[in-house]
């Protein structure tokens, strides 16, 4: 058998089904789409994380594929309905970095009060040390409010509470012992956005979801209140973020995602990786590095090695 794996994994992953099968790395991490089609032929698993789509055009290159083992949570990538059709298994890693995700909410949500990013930069490169142009504020007393209470959610609102802050949530999809278990008052979207000081979100990425947070989400909020969006690009209308954040009609945006993210360098065939809020000071963002911690890693390669063993009877 013939396993490729085409993104930065846990090494445990290709030393354990090393012992069964042949065990080869993409030379490029992650390739694009026609690299993958080119490559997955006559591979039996698929170790992957989020790129690139696995449509069903790469399905129907992939001759031999039994198992996709991807190091991640979200699977909308993936064309599950197509690879189920097909008998192959999807298999992801729901939870495991869930732990990951929270924490990097919570540094920005610090972030966005405390400005260490510009702080920093005003010291060693503007050279100065002014301490009265970085005057922040707490987390402590503050409302956070959170949209899709999943487990991600639900992390980020227990650190939230060890701050001293309060917790709101919006879930239409959970019975209310999960707000009672969790101290959170569940509210509708608008009443969420009304009385956020934060609002973080933690929802899929599907139909429902597209373009949820928009203009109306941002007119029910407070004018410094602050949005994170750790969850995906595309649930929030980045167009409507740029003109709420450039008239000031909120305090900052936060994000590790992107609507169109360009893996590696970031730059596209013809034109710059950019964004209109890559110029905003009220704007804080990284590549998608929500599950990127070691620990998250070890845990997830642990689940996938497992799984793909498991559905293979290894
Ligand atoms: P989860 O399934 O445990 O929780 C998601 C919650 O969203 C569920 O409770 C669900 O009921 C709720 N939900 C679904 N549709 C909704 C809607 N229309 N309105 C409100 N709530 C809705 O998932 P999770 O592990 O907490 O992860 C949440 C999301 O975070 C994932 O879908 C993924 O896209 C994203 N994520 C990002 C990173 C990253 O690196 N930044 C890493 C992991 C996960």
Known sequence: MKCLIIDVVHEAIAQELGKYMEVKVSEKLPPAKDELKAMIGDVDVLIMRVDPMIDKEVLDAAKNLKVIGVCSVGLNHIDTKYAEEKGIKVFNAPGLNGNAVAELTICKMLELSRHTIPAHRDVTVNQKWDKYAFVGRELRGKTLGVLGFGRIGQRVGEIARVFGMKVVAYDPYLPAEIFTKNEATSMSIAQVCEVADFVTIHMPLNDETRNLFNATSIAEMKPDAVVLNMARGGIVNEKDMYEALKAGKIGGYATDVL????????????????????????????????????????????????????????
């Open 259 to 314: 609507e169109n993210e360009v893996a590696g360098d970031g730059l596209t065939e013809d034109s710059r990786f950019y964004s209109p809020l890559f110029d905003l000071d009220n704007f804080v963002v990284s590549p998608h590095i929500g599950a990127q911690t070691v620990d998250a890693s070890r845990d997830i390669g642990q689940h996938i090695i497992a799984k793909v063993k498991e559905a293979l009877n290894l």
